[in-house]
């Protein structure tokens, strides 16, 4: 065994129903096989010996080969992400993940998850109402989304202001911030906005946000936590006054940026992204290379919001229609530009104008009704490939 030779890095366990997500950095060394072995309540103890063919993997946990003391294997293979299944919700599982070179193998890196029945939210099933990039009177950063879903104890949802192919094609920028917010002790309704308070210049922990809910601060309520998932190279969630934010859910962020691979932005996220916001546009007139510089994410079109046309759009609000809709007439209404306003100084965004997203808090009234697929609606215009051309705003495939 040869420790941190050919050891991953950038090791991530991400919860699901009954299953947890892993994902890593494969190392930049010769190697034959990544091998992932799972232990239900404890760490991993086995040690693997020989050119693996003695191991059987299977991503059913209890499937595979047992090593011993009930440690399973449930990977194997040269990827860098799979997903392990059939664990228990509410029970801790660890997973060595080791790396063979022959018969030589590594000391294996651990991550610990615990499965939960969590909210698994879809594209339109959330969006940003509003965004302030630099508010004076609380010093500090904001936005505020609303799920239309309820967000279930346990729920993570992921957020960057990293520009997507920022500067490579098909990768996240590296340098600024990723963070994963939870939702712990209680569900929280669908339709409750919820604001996002940067207090600090670059955000990475609990100590550096407020979150408030109802105009109470619920994350010092215990019933959020906020952890950096791009730990190596990130600066921490930071907005800048053309930045654009990116969510998403059931994913890893993985930083190819090692010491042996300078190049920056050449970042991944394994899960699903889900709504992407924007004062500049996509890319909209920043440089390639510069911090607010992001291409639209692939079929996201309908599932986005662009305010690039309204004056001061480094703070904005949706101000437009509050009366019951289904979600997807919501989401039609907050795409409309003209249902947005720009404010030319904070007193203005915080105390002239309603809604007051941080003090008050607003809960949208949504009607029941979902979306058929296949539907054309034609409000858009009269393109087969235009999504807002479809009632669930998803062109449809050969399916």
């Known amino acids: 065994h040869t420790a941190d030779l050919f050891n991953v890095t950038n090791e991530n366990a991400t919860r699901g129903n009954a299953e947890v997500d892993l994902s890593w950095t494969n190392s930049m060394t010769c190697y034959d096989e990544v091998m992932v072995v799972a232990h239900e309540a404890g760490s991993v103890t086995s040690v693997p010996a020989g050119d693996g063919t003695a191991y059987t993997a299977d991503a059913a946990f209890g499937?595979?080969?047992?090593?011993?003391?009930?440690?399973?294997?449930?990977?194997?293979?040269?990827t860098n992400s799979f997903t392990t299944t059939a664990l228990t919700n509410g029970i801790n599982y660890c997973f060595k993940i080791f790396v063979?070179?022959?018969?030589?193998?590594?000391?294996?890196?651990?991550?610990?998850?615990?499965?939960?029945?969590?909210?698994i939210i879809e594209p339109g099933d959330l969006m940003i109402m509003a965004v302030n990039t630099n508010n004076t009177l609380i010093s500090g950063e904001e936005f505020t989304f609303v799920c239309f879903q309820d967000i279930k104890a346990g729920t993570p949802i992921d957020f960057t202001d990293n520009g997507y192919e920022r500067q490579?094609?098909?990768?996240?920028?590296?340098?600024?911030?990723?963070?994963?917010?939870?939702?712990?002790?209680?569900?929280?309704?669908?339709?409750?906005?919820?604001?996002?308070?940067?207090?600090?210049?670059?955000?990475?922990?609990?100590?550096?946000?407020?979150?408030?809910?109802?105009?109470v601060d619920d994350l010092a309520a215990g019933n959020w936590s906020i952890t950096e998932l791009?730990?190596?190279?990130?600066?921490?969630?930071?907005?800048?006054?053309?930045?654009d934010i990116w969510i998403m859910q059931n994913g890893s962020w993985i930083e190819n940026t090692t010491a042996s691979n300078p190049a920056y932005h050449d970042d991944?996220?394994?899960?699903?992204?889900?709504?992407?916001?924007?004062?500049?546009g996509w890319p909209g007139s920043d440089a390639p290379g510069s911090p607010a510089y992001s291409n639209l994410y692939p079929y996201t079109n309908c599932f986005i919001t662009n305010v690039?046309?309204?004056?001061?759009?480094?703070?904005?609000?949706?101000?437009?229609?509050?009366?019951?809709?289904?979600?997807y007439e919501w989401i039609a209404r907050v795409n409309d530009e003209s249902n947005w306003t720009g404010y030319s100084d904070d007193a203005a965004y915080d105390d002239g104008a309603t809604p007051q997203y941080r003090q008050t808090g607003i809960n949208?009234?949504?009607?029941?009704?979902a979306a058929v697929e296949g539907i054309w609606t034609g409000v858009q215009?009269?393109?087969?490939?235009?999504?807002?051309?479809?009632?669930?705003?998803?062109?449809?495939?050969?399916?």
């Open 381 to 399: 215009n009269t393109d087969w490939f235009d999504c807002g051309n479809w009632q669930s705003l998803t062109v449809p495939d050969e399916t």
């Open 168 to 215: 490579y094609d098909n990768e996240w920028g590296t340098t600024e911030g990723t963070i994963r917010l939870t939702r712990l002790n209680t569900d929280l309704p669908a339709g409750t906005s919820v604001t996002v308070v940067m207090n600090a210049a670059n955000g990475t922990t609990d100590a550096h946000f407020d979150i408030y809910v109802g105009g």
């Open 63 to 78: 499937a595979g080969t047992n090593m011993g003391s009930n440690d399973y294997v449930v990977y194997k293979g040269t």
């Open 268 to 280: 991944e996220y394994t899960g699903n992204v889900l709504y992407g916001w924007t004062a500049t």
């Open 230 to 243: 791009n730990t190596t190279n990130g600066s921490g969630f930071n907005l800048n006054s053309e930045d």
């Open 364 to 369: 949208l009234l949504i009607n029941a009704g």
């Open 100 to 119: 063979r070179n022959g018969t030589e193998w590594s000391d294996g890196v651990e991550v610990c998850e615990t499965p939960m029945d969590i909210t």
């Open 308 to 327: 690039s046309g309204l004056l001061n759009n480094s703070k904005v609000k949706y101000t437009g229609p509050t009366t019951s809709a289904n979600k």
